[in-house]
Nanobody
Framework: VQLQASGGGMVQPGDSLRLSCVIS????????MGWFRQAPAKPREFVAA????????QYADTVRGRFTISRDVAKGMMYLQMNGLKFEDTAVYYC???????????????????WGQGTLVTVSS
């Protein structure tokens, strides 16, 4: 399983950014996909997840209403559309795959089955 995140960058508060994650063909399609983030000196935290078919999303309270997760199963891609970015959204964002739809991993990221490398998002004025 290989996951490759991209799309990070430096933006101003209120701006939008879209992250992408390439999902390798070796990743079973039944795996849920998700995004986590880790700010400097803080633990990694759950951001959003989507089920294997791409029609049931879930979000952390801190991003609900601003971020949208989506998945194109046919193309092997996952996206995170981030609108209304805030200073506190600054972090390295990681894509992840999990068989159990992140049931336990939302609270304990060490339970995530597979991680991709991160992409840095910096919100700064």
């Amino acid at each position: 399983v290989q996951l490759q995140a991209s799309g990070g960058g430096m933006v101003q508060p209120g701006d939008s950014l879209r992250l992408s994650c390439v999902i390798s063909e070796s990743t079973p399609r039944t795996y849920a996909m998700g995004w986590f983030r880790q700010a400097p000196a803080k633990p990694r935290e759950f951001v959003a997840a989507i089920n294997w078919s791409g029609d049931v999303p879930q979000y952390a309270d801190t991003v609900r209403g601003r971020f949208t997760i989506s998945r194109d199963v046919a193309k092997g891609m996952m996206y995170l559309q981030m609108n209304g970015l805030k200073f506190e959204d600054t972090a390295v964002y990681y894509c992840a795959a999990d068989f159990d739809y992140f049931a336990g991993a939302k609270d304990d990221p060490s339970l995530v089955d597979f991680w991709g490398q991160g992409t840095l998002v910096t919100v700064s004025s």
